[in-house]
Each structure stands twice: as C-alpha cells, then as structure tokens.
C-alpha cells in the first residue's frame, strides 16, 4: 500500500504516520519494521505500508498488513495481502492459516478448508489448522472428516479443550455416545468453569441411560423368543473380540516425497483410518506421516514391540509402493531410486511389516494402499535385466493368521480419487463404523464391492491370507 492509497482512505492518522517515517530517514524505517510487527490497527498498516514500500519483496510485511486488516474487519483487504505474502512465499503455512480464517469469518467453508490444508500440509503439527478444518467439516455435515481432524489436533494438544468438545458434539450428532461422553468429561477436566461441560455430560448420560432402558425392555420382552430360538438354533462360533482383546495399530501415511511427485491423499486417509480405529475400540493406535527409510525401520521395530502384548496388530501404509523381483516394497519419502539396485537399500521391504506384527496372538493385519504408478520408473536406471519392476504391487501368501489387503489387486493400480480420501479409505472407514459390525472377511468384500462400484470397476481391492474358520473377527465389539 503506498501513500497515494493511504490518502485516497481518508485515514489523516495513517497519513500523518506515513508521512512521518517517510521524512525521518534510516531510523523511522527501521522504526516502521518494528511497528508493523508490534504495533496495532491505523498505526500498524501504515508502518507495514512503509516497510512494504522500502522491501517490496519481503512476505512478512503484508502478511502483518494482513493481520492489522482482518483486525479492522476489512476482510478483502487482509485477503489481498495474505495473497501477496503467499505469492512472494508459498511455503507460508501461517499466511495459509490465517487467509483460511479470513474465509472462514466470510462463510466459505471451501477455501478456508483448502488454506487450512495447505497448511497443514507446510506444518503438520499446526494443531489449529486441523481444528479449524474441523470445524469446517463439521459445519459441512462431514462428521467422520470432523472427528478425525479434532482427533490430531488433541493428539498434537492433548489440553485442547475446544477439540475435545467440539469432537464430542460429532460424536453425539452420530450416536456414538460412550465417545461423546468421554470427550465432555475431558473438555469439563480442562475448562472446570464452563457449565456448558457439565450440562453436556448430563444429557449424554441421559440418552445412554434412554438407550439402555430401551434395549432391557426389549430383553424383557423377547426373552421367552429366545430361549425357544436358542433350543432350535445350531450354536454360533465364539466372536473373537467380545472379550477384552489388545488392539494396536500403526499408520503410515507419506506425502511429502523429496525425489517424486507429493501424493494428495495419505495424510488425510491416515488421519481417517486412525480416528475410526480409535473409535472402533483400539487402545493404540500410532500415526505417523512422511517417514524416511530410517524413520519407517525404527517405527517397525518399536510397533513390534508393541505388538507382542497385543491381540490385534494391524499396520496401514498409504504412499507410494514398488514391486521389484517379485519383492513388495515401500518407498520412504527420501528414497531417489536412481538406479533399480538402490530398491532395496532405499526402500523397506513389506516383509519386514510382517515381521512386526508377528507376535500378535490373534489377528494380524497388513493393509497397503501403495499400489500407485511407480514415479521412479522413468529416471531409474536399470542394471539387472533379468529382474523386472513390476506394475503395482507382486502377490503375497502370507502365513495362516495373517491377513493382506491391498487396496487394489496385484498388477493393477490403486486411484486417489477426487475426495479429500481415496475411494479405498473412504469405503473401509465406513464399513468399520457399520452397525451391525460385519465379520472381518466378509467387511473386506463389501469395502472390494464399494470401491469397484465408486470407481466404475477401475480398481479392485484384494486380500491375500487366510484366518481360522473356528473364531470370527469384529472391528466393533
């Protein structure tokens, strides 16, 4: 903003300001930085319209202009500024969020989730990016987005009140009420002084009390029905799950690659996943995103550890995957694969996903959404002709009690969709959700029909093991 601006506004203060620091020499310049940075409203966009007019090209002067606008309420203005400051900078996550708070305060829930997450993507422990994206999904009716936005933003801000509450009013919007009522406990721990907290635990406890009323009722009068039912009725094989079971999870999501094109989905379908596994009843369930080579043998290792107590063990990677010599790999996002003989000491075997999950007593689960185009194979340089690189990912036969599942079948690729999530993800966290709960085999068939369905027979999700046929697997207990 220059004088001529400033004065066609009819502000006499700012024009009093500008024409100060204009005058003053070395010393009111850097005295204009220091006050675009410190100061507030007139007097604050006339030193950062100053500052703007000694740097043009320094970001920060009109990303602080645009602070000072959106102060005043003049919303275009601190849009156009936050515009400049992300045109001079495009990696400036705080530029994104606050022009994303901009359109939020304007009512367009669209670009505001767009600048939200663009800054998560630049910031991924930007904790109320992931919140006010939330509360956008919210606002949207997409409450299973909602949910696993408040999710991260408490995982990265476990003291985050207004997650916790605003996670519980999805969580009541779709019945779930045991969470809803876990979550405004939280909320009433951390903020004791909000009588809403309370208020809010006394209506959930009073519809799980309605519900449990309900369903006794019914017992009663079914009861008789029963028991006649029960003396007809072959007996049922035991629901693996009703019990007490251990259930841990490691999720991997890469996006950012530094030697290939970034992927547009694994974070956000990470984030999915893990916020149903967690409201399925899983009592660890670890995240982790843009993993280099060393970073994915170390998660492995400790998740190993993890699993060894655990029932249930289930890993989900979603990135980009290689098939190599009839060797199934995942790709880190530091991996350069110049030359094929680099696949195995840049990428990560899936054996050894396998391998971590192997002491789990029950159930061991690999899920793998990384039968995408190999990126790579244009620029990798080929030194072994007898050894192919496969399309997609190779077959796997895993050994009984291990189950695999890809998210498209073997050869073929696997499609990202046109969603915040991948047509796969999409599917399955539904189908988790689903009550009644479908037994474990027969889910991964309805999530198989789902996706062939939603992509037109494109893609063709598959599951490779086998599970003994005495015992039956819940995701819901």
């Known amino acids: 903003m220059n004088s001529a601006r400033l004065w066609n506004c009819g502000n006499l203060f ?131 987005q909602a949910i696993a936005d408040y999710s991260e933003a408490i995982r990265l801000n476990p003291k985050h009140a207004n997650a916790h509450y605003n996670r519980a009013r999805a969580w009541e919007y779709k019945n779930s009420l045991q969470e809803a009522l876990r979550d405004f406990k939280r909320y009433n721990e951390l903020v004791p002084s909000d009588a809403d907290g309370l ?15 309900q369903a006794d009722n019914q017992a009663v009068d079914q009861a008789s029905s029963k028991q006649q039912l029960a003396a007809v009725q072959p007996a049922q094989p035991a629901l693996a799950g009703v019990n007490q079971e251990r259930r841990v999870a490691l999720v991997i999501g890469n996006t950012k690659y530094l030697y290939a094109p970034a992927l547009s989905n694994p974070v956000n379908d990470a984030q999915l996943l893990s916020a149903t596994l967690r409201s399925a009843g899983f009592q660890s369930v670890t995240m982790k995103t843009d993993l280099t080579r060393e970073q994915t043998i170390q998660s492995l290792r400790e998740f190993a550890g993890i699993s060894d107590s655990a029932d249930w063990a289930v890993v989900y990677y979603s990135g980009h995957g290689i098939e190599f010599a009839g060797i199934n790999y995942m790709i ?113 068939d309805l999530v198989r029909d789902d996706v062939m369905e939603t992509t037109h027979k494109r893609q063709q999700p598959f599951s490779y093991g086998s599970l003994s046929g005495r015992e039956d697997f819940y995701f819901l207990r």
């Open 14 to 144: 700012a024009i009093a300001v500008l024409c100060t620091l204009v005058s003053t020499g070395p010393a009111a310049a850097q005295s204009a930085r220091e006050i675009c940075f410190k100061g507030m409203g007139d007097k604050k966009i006339a030193a950062c319209s100053e500052a703007i007019r000694q740097d043009p090209r320094n970001s920060i002067y009109y990303f602080n202009r645009g602070n000072a606008w959106d102060d005043k309420g003049n919303k275009d203005k601190a849009i156009a500024d936050y515009d400049e400051a992300i045109r001079l900078d495009p990696l400036y996550a705080s530029a994104h969020y606050n022009r994303g708070n901009v359109w939020f305060d304007k009512g367009d829930r669209d670009k505001a989730i767009a600048d939200y997450s663009q800054a998560i993507r630049l910031d991924p422990l930007h904790a109320s990016a992931h919140f006010n994206r939330g509360n956008m999904w919210s606002d949207k009716g997409e409450k299973d």
């Open 199 to 213: 208020k809010s635990i006394s209506r959930v406890e009073a519809k799980i009390q309605a519900q449990q009323n």
């Open 332 to 444: 880190p996002v530091d991996a350069q694969l110049k030359a094929d003989r680099d696949i195995d000491l840049e990428a990560v075997d899936v054996g050894k996903v396998l391998s971590s999950i192997e002491g789990a007593k029950r159930l061991r689960l690999v899920i793998l959404d990384a039968c995408r185009d190999n990126p790579f194979a244009s620029q990798m340089r080929r030194t072994m002709a007898s050894r192919s690189v496969g399309r997609g990912l190779a077959r796997m036969e895993p050994e009984a009690g291990t189950l695999v599942v890809y998210a498209a079948k073997h050869g073929e690729t696997a499609l990202d969709g046109d969603g915040r999530n991948s047509p796969f993800v999409q599917a399955l966290a539904q189908r988790i959700q689903e009550r009644p709960p479908q037994e474990i085999r027969r889910l991964f």
